[in-house]
């Protein structure tokens, strides 16, 4: 039991980090339009509006990889005890920041709110079935 906690709570660290890091790719290739600052709705409302397809594109990537490492990481450490249910939580994490960001700012595209709901976990479950490949370390 401890283990499975420990490995959702890594996974769930290791699904925001990754998250960020990719977003924060996506903004660097896609910066907002100069004057909206993301961080006030009304501009965030007119950004989502201007955002070519490869900037929503990268979203979406960023949630995906985001559930996929955090499921490759629950697993890994929580080992033979439960990984699938580990590997489950960080996908959830990003299914509640999808649920978030669409009631926050409703001009999101239906298909990039389908995509957020329905993928994190089988792609969660794909990172733990990767890690439960793995052989175990040495001792």
């Known amino acids: 039991m401890g283990r499975t906690i420990l490995g959702a709570v890594a996974g769930l660290l290791v699904a925001f980090f990754t998250i960020m890091v990719v977003e ?3 903004h660097q290739v896609y910066p907002p339009p100069p004057g909206l600052d993301p961080m006030v709705p009304a501009d965030m409302a ?3 509006q201007s955002m070519p397809l490869g900037a929503m594109l990268l979203v979406v990537v960023a949630w ?3 559930a996929f490492d955090g499921g490759f990481v629950a697993a890994l450490v929580a080992r033979g005890n439960r990984p699938r249910v580990a590997a489950v ?3 959830l994490l990003v299914m509640a920041g999808v649920v978030g960001m669409v009631v926050q700012l ?3 595209p239906l298909w990039m709110s389908i995509a957020g709901l ?4 089988p792609v969660a479950l794909a990172g733990a079935g990767l890690a439960s490949r793995r052989k175990p370390a040495a001792r």
């Open 24 to 26: 924060f790719a996506g």
């Open 89 to 91: 939580v960080p996908a």
């Open 106 to 108: 409703p001009g999101h």
């Open 64 to 66: 995906l990889t985001g």
């Open 46 to 48: 007119m950004i989502m």
């Open 118 to 121: 329905l993928l994190p976990i």
